[in-house]
């Protein structure tokens, strides 16, 4: 897609046709006319050049400030033009923009994109260089309602320079709102703008205006959008009663032997066929498909590329629902594997089949004991499913989630994504009823809007949490406006994810911490918080750590306050966090659960941490908290710090499904990331 910039005048012309605020100004093409145009206008005025040639216009010394008298216009003519034409020795000066001169303000940017995989989002932040110097700034994918904007606006730190910052007067909000709000719907309607800067925006106590405006266009005739071709449904993945391997081998150093060998265990049929063999691993094998006697739901193919096209075409016509690629070889070598995996996929259209992969590791669902894949490993059966978009990742995770006692209900290798990607594997992991809680890894979205729309329904149900990959640094560095250098891949994917709910995770671990407690735990209610400690320190960096992650720290209720003084030692908080003070053993802890079991509406989330003292029995803490757990609506999340000590508990906890958190941030982090995935208000209805 070609862009061009437009000359700024055209740029305050679309502004002013949507309503956005601009200053007075007049484009002229001589020094005669500047003077007349400020006195049409009135003094002061800034004067700008025109130029294609240049961009940054103050870099080349092509703006002039606060000119108050023809004297000092003629002056400031003469240098502009040197200066510029020195900067740049080819700029054709056209014209030049006087503008009003208006008073100095807080400075806002507003902008827009265009991303590959979710179409264009709005961005606000800090004006002039702030926004880059802080990146202090918020997105959306474009629509979003009033509300959104609002909520953008107050995301950003700057956000405190509109309340009245340091005894300053308040700003006027509503009127950037509006302006933002107006800049949207100005990008989303209009399919000739693909980029633009609004910077600075001027906001004062009372209304706002839009000084600088920098818009990009395409260029020739629009884009045509080709008409989204309706695709056969989703089949269930999940429960194949019969599966054929293509290219299954007797030879141990092939992947057609690995991927066979591992679906011994499948409780259905399994066919393999190999046009050379009679028996691999004592199973007769079938010279082709069409020789198998009865139908086959899934094919596993591990044949080379240039063969898979008719092995499609033969399978869609047996009526095999579903192909899962292993083969490498298509569009991620060039050209030629491009048009195999297109002629592949124009293959499926047509019969009907629907492709994982090509160029993945496979698919493993462990409820069914099926490992359609050439991993050695297979995992324990669980409630998370996972998603991702590298076959290396899975197998890494499944090497080391076995001794943590993570459970799969599928774990699914998305390839190449010629045709299902991350959109249908989410349809099908949202209606298992065996899967609790996804965890995506990703590095490419294709179908980023559907993907938005579809996980936004599942926001505050059955949680989504993903790890993006790559922070795209040469994408901001070839950006040609501030919005492009913000809105890099990395951070337009966090945004999007946040949008719709998806709960962004930093790291592997992290994603799996997020991922088993709320497995365990389900949604919170909402976000009031209480903590339980023998352990005063451990009390107040957790306060802290609250407060960062946005949970509520309450108060005690009169009633639970009184139980507890009567319970608890005379030198116990008397607040919240709650010190049950060293000398706690299980039994006490136990006796302040029962009290939050029968005052269980006040709370939402209960951390129980402890340290290593001689009175506590770990044991026994974690059986009291499984119990507590079991018998109340609300969260807990175990924090039982230590090392040896507290392994047999955490054990404990771990075959309850309740994850343990050794490092208090995490804790804290993670229930934190799961509360702002829904919208909860402050009386712990969940709205989301």
Same mark, same amino acid.
């Given at each position: 897609m070609e862009k061009i910039l437009l000359p700024e005048f055209e740029g &305050? *012309?679309?502004?002013?046709?949507?309503?956005?605020?601009?200053?007075?100004?007049? $484009?002229?093409?001589?020094?005669?006319e500047v003077l007349t145009a400020a006195e049409k206008i009135g003094y002061p005025v800034v004067i700008k050049v025109v130029s294609p040639q240049v961009i940054h216009k103050s870099d080349a010394g092509g703006v002039a400030l606060n000119l108050t008298?023809?004297?000092?216009?003629?002056?400031?003519?003469?240098?502009?033009?040197?200066?510029? =034409?020195? =900067?740049?020795?080819?700029?054709?000066i056209r014209g030049y923009m006087v503008v009003k001169e208006i008073p100095q303000g807080t400075e806002f940017l507003i902008g827009g994109r265009i991303d590959p995989s979710f179409g264009k989002i709005i961005t606000v932040g800090m004006g002039g260089i702030l926004v880059e110097l802080l990146h202090d700034f918020s997105m959306r994918v474009l629509p979003v309602s009033l509300d959104e904007y609002r909520e953008m606006i107050r995301e950003m730190s700057g956000y405190k320079l509109i309340t009245g910052f340091r005894g300053r007067k308040p700003l006027d909000e509503d009127a950037l709102v509006t302006l933002l709000q107006k800049a949207g719907t100005m990008f989303f309607e209009d399919e000739h703008i693909v980029e633009f800067d609004?910077?600075?925006?001027?906001?004062?106590?009372?209304?706002?205006?839009?000084?600088?405006?920098r818009i990009y266009v395409r260029t020739g005739e629009p884009e045509i959008v080709p008409v989204r071709q309706e695709l056969p449904p989703v089949p269930d993945i999940l429960h194949p009663s019969s599966i054929a391997v293509v290219g299954a081998s007797r030879n141990p150093g092939k992947v057609g032997y690995?991927?066979?060998? +591992?679906?011994? +265990?499948?409780?259905?049929?399994?066919?393999?066929?190999?046009?050379?063999?009679? %028996?691999?691993?004592?199973?007769?094998? $079938?010279k082709s498909l069409s020789d198998i006697p009865d139908q086959v739901e899934m094919i596993v193919i591990a044949i080379p590329a240039?063969?898979?096209?008719?092995?499609?075409?033969?399978?869609?016509?047996?009526?095999?629902?579903?192909?899962?690629?292993?083969?490498?070889?298509?569009?991620e070598t060039g050209e030629e594997g491009k048009k195999i995996e297109n002629e592949l996929l124009k293959i499926a259209r047509e019969t009907g089949i629907r492709i994982i992969g090509p160029n993945c590791l496979g698919i493993i669902i462990p409820p069914l004991e099926l490992n359609a894949t050439f991993d050695v490993q297979s995992p324990l059966s669980g409630q998370i499913g996972f998603i991702s978009q590298s076959g290396a990742i899975i197998t890494t995770v499944l090497d080391w989630s076995i001794s943590r006692r993570i459970g799969f209900s599928s774990v699914i290798s998305v390839g190449n994504q010629s045709d299902m990607g991350f959109v249908e594997y989410l349809q099908v992991l949202d209606q298992d009823p065996t899967t609790y809680a996804i965890i995506l890894y990703v590095e490419e979205i294709r179908d980023g809007r559907d993907f938005l729309k579809y996980a936004a329904t599942m926001r505050g149900r059955k949680p989504v949490i993903a790890l993006k990959s790559g922070s795209s640094v040469r994408g901001r560095e070839a950006a040609s406006s501030h919005t492009g250098s913000l809105a890099g891949s990395f951070e337009t994917y966090i945004a999007a994810f946040r949008q719709a709910g998806v709960i962004p995770a930093f790291s592997l671990n992290e994603a799996f911490d997020i991922a088993r407690l709320v497995v365990s735990e389900g949604y919170p209610r909402g976000k009031r918080t209480i903590i339980l400690t023998n352990a005063g320190g451990f009390g107040v960096l957790a306060s802290d750590y609250a407060?960062? &992650?946005?949970?509520?720290?309450? +108060?005690?209720?009169?009633?639970? &306050?009184?139980?507890? +003084?009567?319970?608890?030692?005379?030198?116990?908080s008397h607040k919240n966090p709650v010190d049950l003070l060293g000398?706690?053993?299980?039994?006490? $802890?136990?006796?302040?659960?029962?009290?939050?079991?029968?005052?269980?509406?006040?709370?939402?989330?209960? $951390?129980?941490?402890?340290?290593?003292?001689?009175?506590?029995?770990?044991?026994?803490?974690?059986?009291?908290?499984?119990?507590?757990?079991?018998? =109340?609506?609300?969260?807990?999340?175990?924090?039982l710090l230590g090392g040896d000590?507290?392994?047999?508990?955490? %054990?404990?906890?771990?075959?309850?499904?309740?994850?343990?958190? *050794?490092?208090?941030?995490?804790?804290?982090?993670?229930?934190?990331?799961?509360?702002?995935?829904?919208?909860?208000?402050?009386n712990g209805d969940e709205e989301g």
């Open positions: &305050y *012309q679309i502004l002013s046709r949507h309503e956005i605020p601009v200053p007075d100004y007049l $484009f002229v093409t001589s020094h005669e008298c023809p004297d000092a216009i003629n002056t400031a003519l003469v240098q502009m033009d040197s200066r510029v =034409t020195t =900067t740049i020795p080819d700029a054709d609004i910077n600075p925006v001027i906001l004062y106590e009372n209304g706002s205006y839009a000084v600088d405006a690995a991927v066979f060998r +591992n679906l011994l +265990n499948f409780k259905g049929k399994l066919y393999p066929v190999n046009p050379q063999a009679e %028996d691999i691993l004592g199973v007769p094998v $079938f240039p063969k898979v096209p008719e092995i499609i075409k033969e399978a869609g016509s047996r009526g095999v629902k579903v192909a899962v690629i292993l083969t490498a070889g298509f569009r407060e960062k &992650y946005g949970l509520e720290m309450i +108060n005690l209720p009169d009633a639970v &306050y009184d139980e507890l +003084n009567k319970l608890l030692p005379d030198l116990w000398d706690s053993n299980a039994s006490r $802890f136990a006796r302040v659960f029962d009290i939050l079991i029968k005052y269980q509406n006040f709370w939402d989330i209960a $951390f129980v941490i402890t340290a290593p003292v001689a009175l506590m029995d770990p044991k026994n803490l974690a059986h009291e908290m499984i119990r507590l757990s079991r018998f =109340t609506r609300s969260m807990v999340v175990g924090c000590s507290m392994k047999s508990a955490i %054990d404990m906890l771990g075959e309850a499904h309740i994850p343990n958190y *050794q490092d208090l941030q995490d804790a804290f982090r993670a229930v934190g990331s799961i509360i702002s995935s829904c919208v909860v208000d402050g």
